[in-house]
């Protein structure tokens, strides 16, 4: 049985989409934006210099291309990215973290470090940063 998702977007009134938390528990809003399977797989690119639709759908886990547009527009809407045109014919996005994303660096450095601690076979794809 597949589960509806837990975050909803709705219409805030101004023409543009907000996202509903299930609960107020920080870690449950931070999961509903990047918890499921692919959105820290398509931060982790982002955060190792990654910016275009190719270049993602390059990576080892062989994402589908409907899935990657639906998380870049889960993203955006989330505020964690920002999408700037590059060619106008045909139109074609640059993806760029906001401050917002950049901040989760951390996050994904995390689970990198423990992946590499406790998962044999693991190899680094991003470099730690040296805050």
Known sequence: M???PATEAAD???GTSRLTARSPCPVAGALDLVGD???LLVLRDLLAGKTRYGQFLAS???ISTNLLADRLQRMEAAGLVTA???SEHPVRMDYQLTP???ALRPVVDALASWGLTHLPGTEA???P???
């Open 2 to 4: 597949r589960r509806a």
């Open 12 to 14: 805030d009134g101004t």
């Open 37 to 39: 399977r692919w959105t």
């Open 60 to 62: 080892p886990e062989r």
């Open 84 to 86: 700037v045109p590059y």
């Open 100 to 102: 917002a994303g950049r």
């Open 125 to 127: 794809l991003l470099e």
């Open 129 to 131: 940063t040296s805050d």
